[in-house]
């Protein structure tokens, strides 16, 4: 029976992602760590694809002369280039893609060659040479990067964890925010690209308009990163999802540095926890519009976001535990966000879900320009238990707090919480008088019984003990009860 296409499809993405992690492994024995290679991959495809798109489609190359595939590969006289120079020419095409514009300055953002062997370089070209990428089948190339930028997330060598959300929770978040076609999102912390990247496949089902398409695909997106690491990691997987093809929706900056320079309908984002790292800008010295000044990064990012929302622009955003709890600037903040935004939703999320160990993280959902009259709390965080491999939380997970969502509809909202009936339920609604009532106006709520209580230390200890007394005295009664048995078979014998 003849295969399917997407059979094939299937095939021809774990044959080249099995491909593309082999080299890795190659790369590692040679000092190359996993992250390294995946940006010198990325400079490496990008020249490839630039290639196949001259010399097989007949679009222009983006690229200045002397800086293309053909002149990596070959010399003046159609030599192939080896050894020595192949690494010098390969640094020299780095040092001039870095300082353009558009999207190649962006994939190329401070491009430094990783690989100092030369028989290693030239084995990453042959494998990146040998493949067609551009035409390849439907999304494939983009899945092939998803996938590798995912088992790069979970290399706990890499510390790249950091910039990934789970595809399940990004998924669920843009379901309920549903962006529109026309409207505009951003991400001014955008990692590699993934929130943008669901936005951007939940947005284009809505029209078969060329004209919304184009438009959707060079102006309707926006994202930011202070690494450059990840500004080329994100503006490649865009591109390779065909968005941002000629300049890029990515750029390397500090979003909190200065006021947003324009207003957006939709905000989907996971920024960074902790405080502002050593020698960063002191954002209160060059900021008057915000809040509170805070050395806090999430709350930071929080009222950055707050302001970058339109008029009854919406947003979907993740944030650490203490943003719900935490005194002074953290309670001016949320009283800031309860009076003048409708703070409609939180979804508490379990921990066992981020690459970052005992990270306890929620989802905070408001709209811009009307006060909050009701909070409506979502509770899958107690007797939730995931880990990143054996039980990872997937979209369907999450499928029953959507459907509680009630996205569009949100005036059929019902709890699923009875004080009587379901007091276990893990939807329920509070009055913002209520919570404006709370000891620092806490939304760290909870309502749910943990039948696995954690007990204090030294009750902990002492059941302990108490258990190794039992296991003693019950190994003390086998042992006399196997003697028994051994005497008894040596009296038969007898």
């Known amino acids: 029976m003849a295969k399917s296409k997407k059979e094939k499809t299937q095939k021809s993405e774990v044959s080249l992602t099995k491909k593309v992690w082999n080299m890795a492994n190659v790369l590692s024995s040679a000092g190359v760590g996993f992250t390294d290679y995946i940006t010198q991959l990325t400079y490496i495809l990008f020249l490839k694809m630039d290639n196949e798109r001259e010399e097989i489609i007949g679009i222009p190359s983006t690229l200045p002369e002397g800086c293309r595939w053909n002149d990596l590969i070959k010399d003046k006289n159609g030599k192939e280039i080896i050894g020595e120079d192949l690494i010098n020419k390969y640094e020299k095409i780095l040092d001039t893609l870095k300082n353009k514009d558009g999207l190649v300055g962006a994939i190329f953002t401070k491009a430094t060659n990783k690989i100092s062997q030369a028989s290693k370089l030239e084995t990453l070209i042959d494998m990146v040479g040998a493949e067609n990428w551009y035409l390849t089948e439907g999304d494939l190339k983009g899945a092939i990067y998803e996938e590798i930028l995912e088992r790069n997330g979970s290399d706990s060598k890499s510390g790249a964890g950091q910039y990934f959300t789970p595809r399940s929770l990004i998924q669920a978040m843009v379901d309920v925010v549903d962006p529109q076609v026309t409207e ?76 947003p320079e324009h207003l957006v309908d939709v905000i989907l984002a996971n920024p960074p926890f902790g405080e502002r790292p050593e020698g960063a800008s002191d954002i209160s010295a060059m900021r008057d519009d915000l809040i509170v000044a805070t050395k806090n990064n999430q709350l930071n990012f929080l009222q950055h976001m707050m302001k970058m929302l339109k008029p009854k622009g919406r947003a979907g955003i993740v ?109 329920r609604k509070f009055k913002v008088e209520d919570i404006l009532a709370r000891d620092k106006t806490s939304l760290d709520i909870k309502w749910i019984k943990d039948d696995e209580e954690i007990l204090p230390l030294d009750e902990l200890l002492k059941g302990i003990d108490q258990s190794q007394a039992e296991i003693s005295k019950a190994t003390s009664i086998l042992k006399d009860l196997l003697k028994d048995v051994k005497d008894d078979i040596a009296e038969d014998a007898e």
């Open 319 to 427: 944030v650490p535990d203490n943003v719900l709890f935490e005194d002074g600037a953290g309670e001016k903040i949320r009283k800031e966000l309860l009076a003048n935004y409708n703070l409609h939703t939180i979804l508490r999320l379990p921990s066992g879900i981020f690459y970052a160990n005992g990270v306890k993280a929620n989802v905070l959902f408001f709209e811009n320009g009307s006060p909050t009259k009701e909070v409506w709390f979502y509770d899958y965080r107690i007797g939730i238990h995931h880990t990143l491999k054996r039980n990872k939380m997937t979209r369907e997970n999450l499928q029953d707090f959507v459907d509680c969502y009630c996205s569009g509809h949100m005036q059929d909202r019902k709890e699923t919480w009875s004080e009587e009936e379901n007091p276990n339920g893990r939807w």
């Open 184 to 259: 505009t999102v951003a991400d001014p912390a955008c990692g590699t690209g993934g929130f943008l990247l669901a936005a951007f496949e939940h947005m284009k089902k809505q029209t078969n308009d060329q004209k919304k398409l184009t438009d959707l695909k060079t102006n309707k997106l926006s994202g930011a990163d202070i690494t450059p690491l990840v500004v080329t990691l994100a503006s490649m997987n865009l591109y390779l999802h065909d968005i941002g093809s000629e300049t890029t929706p990515i750029k390397c900056m500090d979003s909190l540095e200065k006021q």
